[in-house]
């Protein structure tokens, strides 16, 4: 009797673990290229989809460019040991897995990479990366067309090896080749102290008590003008065309991006010209401290440049530790002449802070003329015949990367599994046709200025294709008070875990103490604040007003 009733179910369980056998036999294989910040949610991504991921660095460590090392790495970016992002953590973080209450806003490169850790460590991630294996090649297979299967070829310790994938994620980063633009600065050659790309800089005490020449006015170059400025002689912080000065520490001591990243925001920056968004941004800007009266000021308006975050550098202009000054004509053995014709002698050290360049030499499909691409979304590749391969994170911001890579790489994970959320390969085209034009349009010409987003539109285009942009009426009706935080608050990314394929239960809890978890890590000191909101100084400075007027009149 006991064996007739167990026999069914052992039938059963047998063709329950058939199929689930079946299933991860079947599983498509991901290849994900660098184990940065866009890899590792790639990885973690393609484990929710079902896939199988296996994910090589060039490195012997998760991070990328989070990861500080003493000595820049062949093949992948190098950061200096003062580095401190410039989005803050509720609008940086995956939308899934936010960051510690008792996280700073605004963290050093070495709090990143702990929250890294914590995300591998938390979903398991490790188990599936390989490290000291470079990508040399991806090619198609012969049978592409009906496959979309990719040859790639890894190299480990000197051997090479092959395998077959069902797609791949490519997120090998791109803040890695120095843009090293000797050719532009005649006499370089003959300059007698030392000279060296942002890429190399580590730190500011080779340049204690030197006189020296920062080139270039992105963040690298305001972050390193700033720090060397505190112990150098003289810092001279050369710019061709200038540059607005946002700050992190925004209105009342707020994160600039959870004040400015608002979907009530971008209604008004929609309906207003654009002239006049420029013209506040600029009033505003300008109210901290006069940009022409700091040198600063460039001919372009405010949204026409990648904007530098610097609460630093107004205070070393002010103290005569920087000095800015034109574009650098050219070098003589130890001076250096600007295009203004001034001159400063007796230079020890030219750091040229002069951007990066990016391309993809492992795969010949990814094509890059001057850091120019034409990828739909800056991910997917619109003449592919089989859509089986995506670019994560190759873009910049005006906001993170991390979120804006987590909703490419789950758009691109569904894609795999064959769902069919892009549009035809002609109307990719034209979108990128239509990206490339509004660019060419909105920004000054210059090679950092080709793969630019803005945060939350992007994000929405990402999300759209994705089905999980969150929809306001629906939320007015259903759920008026996250509909207000929605509307009014910042978008963090877990607006894009609400609803649809991939919602995360605690996202409207996270939405909702969002704003503590900003505050958390600043007040750890208790602060008597029960008289602040006393009526009495203005009911005197009405009681003065009066009588002044009284006695005018
Ligand atoms: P990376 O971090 O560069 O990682 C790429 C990985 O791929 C590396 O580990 C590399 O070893 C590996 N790799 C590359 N090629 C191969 C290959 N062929 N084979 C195997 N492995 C390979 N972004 C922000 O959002 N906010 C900020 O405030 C911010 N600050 C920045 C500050 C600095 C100084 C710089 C330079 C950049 C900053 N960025 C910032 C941009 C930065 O690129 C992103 O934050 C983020 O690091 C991108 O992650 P990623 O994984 O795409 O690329
Ligand atoms: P970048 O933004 O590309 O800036 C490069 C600068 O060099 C620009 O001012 C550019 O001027 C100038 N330049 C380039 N070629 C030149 C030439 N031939 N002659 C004169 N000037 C030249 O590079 P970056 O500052 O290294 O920043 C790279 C990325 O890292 C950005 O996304 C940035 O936001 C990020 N970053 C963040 C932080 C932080 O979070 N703390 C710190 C550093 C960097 P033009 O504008 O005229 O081209």
Same mark, same amino acid.
């Given at each position: 009797?006991q064996?007739?009733?167990?026999?069914?179910?052992r039938?059963?369980l047998?063709?329950?673990?058939?199929r689930?056998?079946?299933?991860?036999?079947?599983?498509?294989?991901?290849?994900?290229?660098g184990?940065g910040?866009?890899g590792?949610?790639?990885?973690k991504t393609?484990?929710?989809?079902?896939?199988?991921?296996t994910c @090589?660095?060039r490195?012997?460590?998760?991070?990328?460019?989070?990861? @500080?090392n003493?000595?820049?790495?062949?093949?992948?970016?190098?950061?200096?040991k003062?580095v401190?992002?410039?989005?803050?953590k509720e609008?940086m973080?995956?939308s899934d897995?936010p960051?510690?209450?008792?996280?700073?806003?605004?963290m050093?490169?070495?709090?990143?990479?702990?929250?890294?850790?914590m995300?591998?460590?938390?979903?398991?991630?490790?188990?599936?990366i390989?490290f000291?294996t470079?990508?040399?090649s991806v090619?198609?297979?012969p049978?592409?067309?009906?496959?979309?299967q990719?040859?790639?070829v890894t190299?480990?310790?000197?051997?090479?090896?092959?395998?077959?994938f069902?797609?791949v994620?490519?997120?090998s980063?791109h803040?890695?080749?120095?843009?090293?633009?000797l050719?532009?600065?005649p006499?370089?050659?003959?300059f007698?102290?030392?000279y060296?790309?942002?890429?190399?800089?580590?730190?500011p005490?080779?340049?204690?008590?030197k006189?020296v020449?920062?080139i270039?006015?992105g963040?690298?170059?305001?972050?390193?003008?700033?720090e060397i400025?505190?112990?150098?002689?003289? *810092?001279?912080l050369?710019?061709?065309?200038?540059?607005?000065?946002?700050?992190?520490?925004?209105?009342?001591?707020y994160?600039l991006?959870m004040?400015?990243?608002?979907? @009530? #925001?971008?209604?008004?920056?929609?309906?207003?010209?654009?002239?006049?968004?420029?013209?506040?941004?600029?009033r505003?800007?300008n109210?901290?401290?006069?940009?022409?009266?700091y040198?600063?000021?460039p001919?372009?308006?405010?949204?026409?440049?990648h904007?530098?975050?610097?609460d630093d550098?107004p205070?070393?202009i002010?103290?005569g530790?920087?000095?800015v000054?034109?574009?650098?004509?050219? #070098?003589?053995e130890?001076?250096?002449?600007?295009e203004?014709?001034?001159?400063e002698k007796?230079?020890d050290?030219?750091?040229?802070?002069t951007g990066?360049?990016?391309?993809?030499?492992?795969?010949?499909? !990814?094509?890059v003329?001057?850091?120019k *691409?034409?990828?739909?979304?800056?991910?997917? !590749?619109?003449?592919?015949?089989?859509?089986?391969?995506?670019v994560?994170g190759?873009?910049q911001p !005006?906001?993170?990367?991390?979120?804006?890579s987590?909703?490419?790489?789950?758009?691109?994970?569904?894609?795999?599994?064959g769902?069919?959320l892009?549009?035809?390969a002609?109307?990719?085209?034209?979108?990128?046709?239509?990206?490339k034009?509004?660019m *060419?349009?909105?920004?000054?010409?210059?090679?950092?200025?080709?793969?630019?987003?803005?945060?939350?539109?992007f994000?929405d285009?990402?999300?759209e294709? $994705?089905g999980?942009?969150?929809? !306001?009426?629906?939320l007015?009706?259903s759920d008026?008070?996250?509909?207000?935080h929605?509307? @009014?608050?910042p978008?963090?990314?877990y607006?894009y875990?609400?609803t649809g394929h991939?919602?995360w239960?605690?996202?409207?809890?996270t939405?909702?103490t969002?704003?503590?978890?900003a $505050?958390k890590?600043?007040k750890?000191?208790?602060?008597?604040?029960?008289?602040d909101n006393?009526?009495?100084?203005?009911?005197v400075f009405g #009681?003065?007003?009066?009588?002044?007027?009284i006695?005018?009149?």
């Amino acid at each position: 009797m006991q064996t007739e009733v167990k026999k069914p179910i052992r039938k059963h369980l047998q063709a329950s673990f058939q199929r689930i056998q079946k299933e991860v036999t079947m599983a498509k294989k991901v290849a994900v290229i660098g184990a940065g910040a866009s890899g590792l949610v790639a990885i973690k991504t393609c484990l929710e989809e079902g896939l199988e991921p296996t994910c @090589f660095d060039r490195s012997n460590d998760i991070g990328g460019l989070w990861r @500080f090392n003493d000595d820049p790495e062949d093949g992948r970016a190098s950061i200096y040991k003062s580095v401190i992002i410039n989005t803050s953590k509720e609008m940086m973080c995956y939308s899934d897995f936010p960051i510690p209450a008792d996280y700073p806003n605004y963290m050093h490169n070495a709090k990143i990479l702990k929250y890294f850790r914590m995300y591998a460590e938390h979903f398991h991630l490790m188990d599936y990366i390989h490290f000291k294996t470079s990508v040399c090649s991806v090619t198609k297979c012969p049978d592409f067309t009906t496959t979309g299967q990719w040859e790639v070829v890894t190299e480990r310790e000197g051997k090479q090896e092959s395998a077959i994938f069902d797609a791949v994620l490519v997120c090998s980063g791109h803040h890695t080749n120095a843009n090293l633009p000797l050719d532009s600065f005649p006499g370089i050659e003959k300059f007698k102290g030392r000279y060296l790309h942002s890429r190399e800089y580590k730190g500011p005490e080779a340049f204690q008590g030197k006189r020296v020449i920062v080139i270039g006015i992105g963040n690298s170059g305001g972050d390193i003008a700033v720090e060397i400025s505190r112990t150098a002689e003289q *810092v001279f912080l050369s710019t061709r065309r200038g540059s607005w000065i946002l700050n992190r520490v925004s209105d009342y001591g707020y994160p600039l991006g959870m004040l400015s990243s608002t979907r @009530f #925001f971008r209604t008004v920056k929609h309906v207003l010209p654009v002239s006049t968004s420029n013209w506040l941004a600029e009033r505003k800007v300008n109210r901290r401290f006069d940009h022409a009266n700091y040198g600063l000021k460039p001919k372009h308006r405010l949204f026409s440049q990648h904007p530098m975050v610097n609460d630093d550098l107004p205070n070393r202009i002010i103290a005569g530790t920087v000095i800015v000054k034109s574009n650098v004509k050219k #070098f003589s053995e130890t001076d250096a002449i600007f295009e203004d014709g001034t001159l400063e002698k007796n230079i020890d050290a030219v750091i040229f802070a002069t951007g990066y360049t990016f391309d993809f030499p492992f795969c010949d499909e !990814l094509k890059v003329n001057n850091n120019k *691409v034409s990828l739909y979304k800056y991910t997917f !590749l619109p003449e592919l015949e089989k859509q089986t391969l995506a670019v994560i994170g190759l873009i910049q911001p !005006l906001g993170a990367i991390m979120p804006i890579s987590e909703l490419q790489v789950r758009l691109a994970t569904r894609i795999f599994k064959g769902e069919k959320l892009l549009p035809s390969a002609s109307d990719m085209k034209d979108d990128i046709r239509k990206k490339k034009e509004a660019m *060419v349009k909105r920004y000054v010409c210059s090679q950092r200025h080709t793969i630019q987003v803005d945060y939350l539109d992007f994000m929405d285009e990402l999300a759209e294709l $994705l089905g999980v942009k969150p929809n !306001l009426w629906n939320l007015l009706l259903s759920d008026p008070k996250i509909a207000w935080h929605v509307y @009014f608050g910042p978008c963090t990314p877990y607006q894009y875990r609400l609803t649809g394929h991939g919602k995360w239960d605690k996202a409207r809890e996270t939405i909702l103490t969002q704003w503590d978890r900003a $505050l958390k890590p600043m007040k750890t000191r208790t602060v008597d604040t029960s008289g602040d909101n006393s009526i009495i100084p203005l009911v005197v400075f009405g #009681f003065v007003l009066l009588l002044a007027a009284i006695f005018y009149f």
